[in-house]
């Protein structure tokens, strides 16, 4: 298979519609029906990119020209990942943590204190390179829409930091503040929940699109279902959308909090109760799952197929955080879901792209289509398969037509 080939034959510089053309297999992720169905592979397909839409799709055969014509060699292209779930950034490293855990210690979220300390005694300029270096790694994994979270400032003026930053990169920005109870708050949980709900929020709510919260009253650090709804309805009524961290740990009031709250998504959904499935499939609510963090703590996986055979939208994401879970790769996440949650390479492909759309409340990426964005993902393999096949391989990036 050869690289991807650009060329401008006396097209001007500047070109503003590109063909692209010999691709393997087009995983439009635009279809209707079943996981296979849904993913709407097309064989033979050709698109056409101008001002970073698609503004046309078809045989290859009847392509239009275009200002410049990029060839793909057989390559597969799929929409470009949507990693809904990550805490970018932040300083510090955690790698001791992990070490501990590999030889049997439990994660109960207490090492985010750690992280606190060292993102909050970071300059602004550390923190950017930080990001930048983080989101390169993301990219170049095929990840081409990211969410990305506060949560390791946990005051004011570094909270509005994190987000400040974060809104550099992304449109897709949430306030953590109730990620945990900050050290200094450790004898006055409700002093907390009041800076958060005040001050904290006033500060991050213009800088944000949506709200978390990490409810988990299985952890001592992390908010039960009183703090974790007074924190959401107060993000709520500044005008933020929710999204819930929910039922890592343990089982809990997280999934039901979200659904009822009207949460785009709830993240994790590790244990599950018969209720909360039925809350969720009776929802639009979407489970993400984050599987892994299962891998990165040794903690049980979330049962996929559960979810999907009560109708619930699945999504996956990378939750990539010094903690529980350091990796950028979706691929990877891809490759875990298919082994171990037992989800078709077709479902993980879509929790990937499409569903995780959903979860971020977005229509305009996660597929490919006419009006949807330029937002593509080429893998240096001539089918989708290869991203659960191929384990570990770099095969998928993002491309900047
Ligand atoms: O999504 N659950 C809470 N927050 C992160 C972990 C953060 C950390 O340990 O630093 C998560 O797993
Ligand atoms: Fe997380």
Known sequence: MTGPVSEAPGSPSGARSTLVTDIGELVTCAGEGSAEEALGIRQEAALVVADGRIVWLGAAADAPAADQRVRLGGRCVVPGFVDSHTHLVFAGDRSAEFAARMTGERYDGGGIATTVAATRGASEDELRTLLRGRLAELRAQ?????????????????????????????????????????????????????????????????????????????????????????????????????????????????????VDLGAASVDHCTFLSDADVDALAGSDTVATLLPGVEFSTRMPYPDARRLLAAGVTVALATDCNPGTCYTSSMPFVLALAVRELRMSPAEALLAATRNAATSLRRTDIGRIAVGSRADLAVLDAPTHLHLAYRPGVPLATAVDL
């Open 142 to 258: 095929g990840t081409t829409t990211v969410e990305i979270k506060s949560g390791y400032g946990l005051d004011v003026a570094t909270e509005a930091r994190l987000l400040t930053l974060a809104r550099e990169v992304t449109h897709e920005t949430t306030f953590l503040g109730g990620h945990v109870i900050p050290p200094e708050f450790r004898s006055d949980r409700a002093a907390y929940v009041a800076l958060v709900t005040g001050p904290m929020l006033g500060a991050g709510a213009p800088l944000a699109r949506w709200i978390d919260v990490f409810c988990e009253p299985a952890s001592p650090h992390a908010f039960d279902a009183d703090e974790a709804r007074a924190i959401l309805t107060a993000g709520i009524a500044a005008g933020l959308l929710p999204r819930v961290h929910g039922n890592q740990l343990g089982p809990g009031p997280g999934v039901r909090l979200a």
